[in-house]
């Protein structure tokens, strides 16, 4: 497998049975015995999956200007590893096993305040989950989360499986385009928070360039062509890991509203891709091992050049 092959076309890291092993030793011996047994389980993945493994490699160098070295690749597996790991206690247990800190909350205190929906764009960094604890702690805050249930359809499986309830929040993004889109209006006007993770485009998606970590990398343009037709406050949010048992959820403002003019189209797509790509390289310096962009983020493939996904009907939905 080639190291910039798209990642949606990288299979499913474990078959559902392995899962099963991992979710049953989890939950039956506990956090410890589970987290014991990750060591080997990420030595087999890092022997076994090159082309995560030469991606890691890459990433790391990047961010740390050095070659990375073997024990800082499979420390950046074992991060996976653990986060993945947590999502079973998260879904299960709720936080009772963290430490779980905010920052910013109170961005998302005066949007509920007024009523209003609120767009959280995240990253493939750190713990999406950790981010659903808010929800759990404040009923009066919605939370919906845009994810693709077909990637990974084994570890959507087991986890919806200890979670019924939260598995009937998310927004499938395997879904045709205006599907999605008039989930997500409807969503908004509810007054709920409605997450995405917009660093990763899909492989019919336009994307458009921005600086990170010191080369230009492709974004995905319909989380913001999305925000642009919702009208609603757009946060960015952040679930780092900071190793055992602790996270840190932050939220930053982006924008009151996003406004793309159609004769500025362009320009106004790269001014907000930027501000967002200037963040989220921020957090990867503060966080490097939370990066889970398992292949070459600067070489995905980006011969697309017609719009089929929610870029395209973003605009026609009317909330």
Known sequence: MSTNEHWQNRPEGGSFFGMWVVRTIALHGGRGLARACLYPITLYFYLR???????????????FGKPATARQVFRHMHSYAAT??????????????????????ELLDESIARGQGVLLFGSHQGSFEALRTVG????????RVVLDKQKTPAMTKLLEDLAPDIGAKVIDASQDGTSIALAMAEA?????????LADRGRGHEVLRYADFLGSPAPFPISPWLLAHTLQVPVVLCFGLYLGGNRYRVVFEAMADRVEIPRKERGP???????RYAQRLEHYVHVAPYNWFNFYDFW????RATAVHDVAAVGERVQV
Do not use: H, N, W
């Not at 070489?299 to 980006?302: A, G, L, R």
């Open 49 to 63: 999956r090159k082309p995560e493994r030469v991606a890691s490699q890459q990433y790391l160098q990047r961010v």
């Open 84 to 105: 993945s790991l947590d999502r079973i206690f998260l879904l299960a247990r709720g936080e009772k096993q963290f430490q779980i800190e905010t920052q910013g909350l």
């Open 136 to 143: 759990v702690r404040r009923p009066d805050m919605s939370v």
């Open 188 to 196: 908004c006007q509810g007054g709920a928070m409605v997450a995405m």
């Open 268 to 274: 106004a797509l790269d001014a907000l891709i930027s």
């Open 299 to 302: 070489q995905q493939d980006v």
